[in-house]
């Protein structure tokens, strides 16, 4: 019988619930992926084997070597190699095996040194997979928790594709990392991007068969993934795509591997580096590597070092306390010529900072390469409260003809439904704002018709953006946005009229009283 949603999920929370006496619930999943992927592994190879020894009975006049070659040519993508071989402790590096030794002391060792054979056996698949692993260590996790742990997910039905889909698996994945996120608050930012957020970029990015797919800060993944989920929504294959993550934290790398092959997704590549400092995609010669789509939700206000001579400088560089336009330079570097697209989530102050970030917003707006700003609701991420945007970029020359020479703003920030720790967007919310982005706009830049999603739109041209100083402030070119959204500017300039005019009235009042013999008034 189908294992359903409902069960692994439950199963997989009692497991990970065993930690509450160990950890907080922001550190769950450094322990909790790595042994669910484990897992997943074991039973899938235990059931391949299985399959192996049901289908050759007849193989008793083979060497042991020539029985070997013919399961995993013809039914093993991977090995579960032996551990402590050439001694009695000798077993595979599997979780059953694990398991039945599970109340002899050392079990973090040997979990450890499985998970570390494991890695070492598949190079190619698994290297650096299960991150760091410190948890293994009886000085961070007890072995009595981490029996009560893996006891616990051990009733977790078998994790191989005989006995569920790859979506079911996938789902709990994900339905973990959400419960992680939830519960962790801010520090789930570092890691976990809300998933409406993500389908709201694929779904403007809208990711075709075979393109490449990039995220330079990629977390666990989850905009890799959303890709190809879009695909085959949409009728594509999605393992077609080609994906590419880099991501500066290793365990978290980890995590977005193992989430990659939860969904079975094995045309991957991440890396593990600042894309800032140490991109690691690269072409043969050295110059940055260029791929069709590229999405990311980089970690805001970051201060950096800023580059002293780098290939992905326009218009200027980045102040230090701030990295969001570095990280867009990165991406538009990395923007293939032919189609090449991106969407990046940062803070509004992107949009009319000074200084140097001024003299980048410039250049891109004058290069034509700015195609979108979409306003977010506040209050969406776990991470910060503060409002949000959206920007596509387009590569030079591949904006349609009636995009050109100009930038498509979108106010949605009013746009959300109230859920218990954040906002969030709903279906209906992201299917808005994806019409009003493929809407077509008049001579006077307003969506023409009913195409406009019901949300506050216009086209505004670069000549326009170019005469309020190239400040892309939403409120400067949508009417509903300014009158809802005063910017601070504005407010300080009212603010400071009303007092000249206030003291202007006092002084008036004054002199009028004195005239009156009236002295000594003060208010």
Known sequence: ???????????????????????????????????????????????????????????????????????????????????????????????????????????????RTSLQAIETANPDKFSRLFGSMTWTSEEVLSAA??????????????????????????????????????????????????????????????????????????????????????????????????????????????????????????????????????????????SIAQFDVIVANPPYSLKWKPWIKDPRVIGGVAPQSSADWAFVQHMIASMGLKNGRAGVVLPHGVLFRGGQEAAIRQRVLDDDLLEAVIGLPANLFYSTTIPTCVLVFRAPGTKTEERRDGVLFIDASKRFAKAKNRNILTAAHIADVVTTYHSKFDSAGNAVGADGGGLAARFAPTMEIAANGYDLNIGRYIKQAAAEQADLGTLIDAHNIARAQRQKTEQHMLTVLAAAGIEGFNG
Not at 30 to 56: A, G, I, R
Not at 155 to 178: F, I, Q
């Open 1 to 111: 019988m189908p294992v359903t949603q409902q069960e692994i999920e439950n199963r997989l929370w009692d497991a990970a619930d065993e930690l509450r006496v160990a950890m907080p619930e922001a550190q769950y999943s450094s322990v909790v992926f790595p042994l669910m992927f484990w897992k997943y592994l074991s039973d899938t190879w235990e059931h391949h084997h299985q399959e192996f020894l049901d289908d050759n009975a007849g193989l008793d006049g083979l060497s042991a070597e020539e029985v070997r070659e013919i399961e995993y040519r013809d039914y093993q993508s991977f090995e579960i190699p032996f551990i402590y071989p050439g001694t009695v402790r000798k077993r595979r590096a599997s979780w059953s095996s694990i398991l039945a030794t599970i109340t002899q002391p050392g079990l973090g060792q040997r979990v």
């Open 145 to 286: 928790v981490l029996a009560a742990v893996m006891q616990a997910m051990d009733r977790t039905p078998k994790m191989h594709e005989g006995n569920m889909s790859h979506d079911v698996l996938g789902g709990a994945y994900e339905y973990l990392l959400k419960r992680f996120s939830d519960g962790s608050g801010t520090r789930a930012g570092q890691f976990f991007t809300p998933r409406e957020i993500v389908e709201l970029i694929v779904e403007v990015l809208d990711p075709k068969g075979f393109e490449s797919v990039y995220d330079p800060t990629c977390g666990s993944g989850g905009m890799l993934i959303a890709s190809a989920n879009l695909l085959k929504a949409h009728g594509g294959r999605g393992y077609t795509l080609s994906l590419y993550g880099q991501e500066a934290v290793p365990d978290t790398a980890g995590v977005a591997r193992m989430n990659l092959f939860m969904h079975n997704l094995t045309q991957f590549q991440v890396e593990v580096g600042d894309s800032l400092k140490d991109p690691r995609f690269k072409k043969p010669d050295g």
